[in-house]
């Protein structure tokens, strides 16, 4: 209640007045496996699914909410952990209790392993469990150990695809803008993050805002000073469409809105100057941030159809070319 009272419902709040349309993900962990009930789950899924209804209940009966996404169990392949087909057991009990009650908006999310590279495996253990596949919205991941090649997160795509779901990369301490790209483009995710909103940790990526509780102050992370670039821009509704490029150093991604705008995102390892053509005709903006600049925003561009956009960014960085 504390979490939905003061973190929850302000944030819904503030997306909703900005003409957003609120998520809500709820993340079930239970790594503890001295907790009775966390003991009781694996071999006994109904028991997962009373939990989960009860919680459902809860938060319906008490804010008027109901989740979009239920993430089945937090990096089950650490802590106190559970097979693929374990976890399969436990999305088929929850969703048929949930339809059964009235739930019928929430979907789910697995297997959020701790490392790409074991998520095929275990995604073929959850979806080897029967009415499992039809109730997965999100196949996720994180981001910890060895790093995925791309063939990895080609896998994780293609998979995803199969099963009409999504992906999503949802937490990696540290994560970067270059992680990022690779998330969007070669995994085609449609949800990512690097780790919890704000803290006062220091600045290594584990939070967006670091915080000084002293001072009462907070400021944008030095990462996420350049993760706002995608995050500012792209917004949900948003698909993504090709985007490629001739030059070396640069890493570009481009989304069309549902009104048939289309925004581009690029990453550069140096100064450049970007002739981007396919671009609908209308006026843009060019906004960038580097070492030096915080989302500097140029004069506005009016191109015409089939006509080339030029602009520059002084330095490495992040740039987006938006209507």
Excluded: C
């Excluded at 709040?13 to 349309?21: D, F, L, S, Y």
């Excluded at 350049?226 to 995050?231: A, D, E, G, I, P």
């Amino acid at each position: 209640d504390y979490q939905i009272q003061n973190w929850v419902l302000p944030l819904k709040a503030r997306v909703e007045a900005n003409g957003g349309t609120f998520m809500l993900n709820v993340n079930y962990v239970g790594f503890k496996s001295s907790e009775d009930f966390q003991q009781t789950l694996p071999g006994a899924p109904a028991e997962y699914a009373e939990f989960v209804v009860t919680v459902l209940h809860h938060i319906k009966d008490t804010w008027g909410l109901e989740p979009d996404i239920w993430e089945a169990r937090l990096e089950p392949d650490v802590g106190f952990t559970i097979t693929g087909t374990q976890e399969g057991q436990m999305i088929a009990a929850a969703a048929a209790r949930a339809r059964a009650e009235g739930f019928n908006k929430v979907m789910f999310a697995a297997p959020s392993n701790t490392t790409a590279n074991s998520v095929i495996t275990w995604l073929n253990g959850v979806t080897a469990v029967p009415n499992v596949s039809q109730y997965l919205a999100e196949v996720t991941y994180h981001r910890y150990g060895t790093q995925p090649s791309l063939t990895t997160l080609h896998n994780i795509r293609d998979a995803a695809a199969a099963l009409g779901a999504g992906t999503g990369m949802l937490e990696h301490i540290g994560a970067d803008i270059h992680q990022l790209y690779q998330d969007l483009a070669e995994a085609d995710n449609i949800a990512w993050q690097q780790f919890v909103l704000e803290g006062t940790s220091p600045d290594d990526g584990t939070h967006y805002f670091i915080v000084n509780q002293a001072a009462g102050t907070f400021q944008l992370s030095s990462t996420a000073r350049y993760l706002r670039q995608f995050f500012g821009f792209v917004r949900p509704g948003d698909v993504r469409v090709g985007a490629t490029t001739t030059l070396g150093g640069v890493e570009p991604v481009a989304f069309q809105a549902p009104g048939g705008g289309v925004t581009l995102v690029a990453n550069v390892s140096s100064a450049r100057t970007l002739a981007v053509g396919g671009l609908p005709a209308g006026t843009y903006l060019t906004t960038f941030t580097t070492a030096g600049q915080t989302m500097a925003t140029g004069a506005p561009i009016t191109i015409a159809a089939g006509q080339t956009l030029s602009t520059t960014i002084p330095a490495a960085g992040t740039i987006t070319i938006h209507p």
